[in-house]
């Protein structure tokens, strides 16, 4: 398919994102499915251009003055293709499978319009109701916060220490240009691809059959380092979902002491057993029940609580969630939080550590949240997170509260956005 064929599908596929409110994932895959004479790396270029449309929504939208899928698609190009209106055209016309050319008003428009002068919410290509959300944590640099939220994002994996060194796997991923990452120790990053390029299926490697690495944002990595999760603990990671930050948790303690992974949604547990075999993780033990944990109570050395929260921080890698998100949704979520956190720390021993995490960058769902749980838990107090973070990691590379904890962002970090906040059980 040429440029023109693959914009009119990536049309196609807002419009039907839009209409039927579903994820982009999804739209894609039935894309894909009903237009089988698509090759691999014409699915591959329509799904840039969504995601990057998704990504860019306000400001692509803004360039051509409409919030139409054909303005969010075009603008895409312009923006992050490197295309421009005349070269976007002279590749449009005379393709039957293209949708029409720029038309006069469409050029007007461009032409006229300086992204730099946009309001701020464009070029923060966010919501309108999200701008404050953004403001809070972040100022005067909210904008360029958010901007890096609309960013194509890198594909980066965690080596399984377990069975494997970086320098090894680097090795066999020598192809892939994977490059040791800034700051997690264990941690290879692929660059974000460009134009209609797409990633390595590194998944399809035989070291990934191997279990020498697993896919894991670099700020998901520290994360788990930041759990303090060493040889001989007991851990509840009492959210596990499919188990990527609990399989670091095992490679930190080398298989030594016991690891409980529970989530309170069965489904999302599914995918753990297999990946639990394929790294060689001995000290992992499932609990799909709430009553198998019982016996746990007050005898944890670390309880992870992996927050179900807005998923703020990952919208390079879910932009659609951006646009789908209300301030019901974040309601709700914030009610779980509380409860959950709650109950987790029934399980953590006096001198334990309980590590509250979310992928979210809103205060509502981080700070706010710690303040609220430490004003009925006056058992529960905060570590230095300062002095935490810097024994790992430089001080630039993070938004660090002591009393309230660390934020990681793609301005500042590098990676996805996340909260880390690590209070003690008083002895």
Known sequence: MRLGGRLAAAIEILEDIDK?????????KDWGASHRFAGAGDRAAIGNIVYDGLRRRRSAGWLLDADTPRAIAVGALLLEWRETAQSLNETLEGDKFAPPPLNADELA???ARDLGDAPDVVRADCADWCAPLLQRPFGNEWVREANALATRPPLDLRVNTLKADRAAVLERLA?????????APHGIRIPPIDGAGRHPNVQAAPSFGQGWFEVQDEGSQIAADLVGARPGMQVLDYCAGAGGKTLALSAAMENHGQIFAHDAEKGRLAPIFERIQRAGSRNIQVASRTAELTELIGRMDVVLVDAPCTGSGTWRRRPDAKWRLTEHQLEVRRAEQAAILQTASAYVKPGGHLVYVTCSIFDEENRDQVDAFLSRQADFAPVDHQALWEQGYPAEAARIDPQRGISLTPACSGTDGFYIARLRRNS
């Open 175 to 183: 192809s892939t240009g994977g490059a040791p990452t800034r700051f």
């Open 20 to 28: 039927r409110q579903r994820p982009a994932a999804d739209a894609l």
């Open 109 to 111: 428009t461009i032409a």
